[in-house]
């Protein structure tokens, strides 16, 4: 969590390495099945991407892809649903 909060205090708030550290942790905490946490944190990633990619991005396609996989892992699929449904035009 140190080196995100490193990036956040040393980046502007929308650079693409605050939405790298947060994803990897993201990841890491989703891995260790901590959901709760993992979540905001692929939100704040979603974000960033999408602002410096565009919604159809790859690295904003390829967080919202894991970004939909914690609905599924806490049993929420419509929200899945509808998270993977914003990438299907760049498909």
Known sequence: MAGVFRCRA???AEHPHIAT???????????QGNFVEAEPLYR??????AAC????GAPTIR?????????DETH????AAAL??????AR
């Open 44 to 49: 704040e990633a979603l974000q960033i991407r």
């Open 10 to 12: 040393a980046l502007p």
């Open 53 to 56: 990619f565009g919604e159809q």
């Open 76 to 79: 929420r699929p419509a929200d």
């Open 21 to 31: 550290a947060a994803g990897d942790l993201a990841w890491l905490l989703q891995m």
């Open 63 to 71: 967080t919202v892809e894991l970004l939909a996989n914690m609905p």
């Open 84 to 89: 993977r449904a914003t990438t299907q035009p």
